[in-house]
């Protein structure tokens, strides 16, 4: 069965400094991976998909099927982007999303 | 842009009462998810919908149902509710395209708590 990890629930960096949450996958077959932000008390958002190569809000993610990764990035961390951050596996075959447990990152001041 | 509703926001039941949870999709979109989020826990796919037809089954217990109706809004019923089905509960839509990669958007959830 797929499954997503994020192995830090918690990330916490200073304003301007680079950030990276990880995110890991097991599937047997080509999955699509997303990330989806959550703001407080706001809905899930998507934030970017592996297929479309695209930075959005300064973040980029590149999928790495030899280390099964998909680990978001930004050179430099704003205070707006404190948010849940969820990785998320779509299969092949279906459309239901798979979740990472979620990393709450917090931009300091 | 329309997004995804759902009603209400916040609802209190009680133990082994009913609950019924509706989703409004994106205009055109054709096809709901439903996904549980326990307190503190990522969320779970339960049930989705394609074209008014049950297209795919999670982790949805028999006391809940769901269907899609003609105008593609959803709803979500619960009976005999217990007290762990206190969750915070999502809807997502998205279009069946073969132009572009289908993306779920969802909606601000339903919180359920029971008491």
């Known amino acids: 069965a797929q499954r997503v990890t994020q192995p830090e629930k918690l990330l916490s960096v200073f304003k301007g400094a680079p950030v990276e949450l990880k995110c890991n996958y097991s599937?047997?077959?080509?999955?699509?991976l997303f990330w989806y932000v959550q703001y407080s008390r706001q809905r899930l958002q998507l934030l970017l998909r592996?297929?479309s190569r695209e930075s959005i809000k300064g973040f980029t993610a590149d999928l790495n099927k030899g280390e099964t990764s998909f680990h978001l990035k930004k050179p430099f961390a704003q205070e707006e982007d404190s948010a849940m951050y969820y990785c998320a596996l779509k299969e092949t075959s279906g459309s239901r999303l798979t979740f990472g447990e979620g990393t709450q990152l917090t931009v300091n001041p | 842009a329309a997004g995804v509703i759902q009603s209400p926001r916040h609802l209190i039941k009680e133990k082994r009462e009913t609950a019924t949870l509706k989703c409004y999709p994106i205009?055109?979109?054709?096809?709901v998810y439903w996904y549980q989020q326990g307190p503190g826990q990522d969320p779970q796919f339960l049930i989705s919908f394609y074209e008014k037809m049950q297209s795919d089954k999670g982790s949805i217990p028999d006391r809940f149902s769901a269907q899609q109706f003609s105008d593609y809004h959803s709803e979500l019923n619960m009976s005999s509710l217990e007290l762990g089905d206190s969750a915070l509960y999502f809807c997502?839509?998205?279009?069946?395209?073969?132009?572009?990669?289908?993306?779920?958007?969802f909606g601000p959830g339903t919180r359920l708590l029971v008491l």
């Open positions: 997502a839509s998205s279009l069946v395209g073969i132009r572009e990669p289908e993306t779920q958007y």
């Open positions: 592996h297929i």
């Open positions: 205009p055109r979109h054709d096809t």
């Open positions: 599937y047997s077959g080509s999955p699509e």
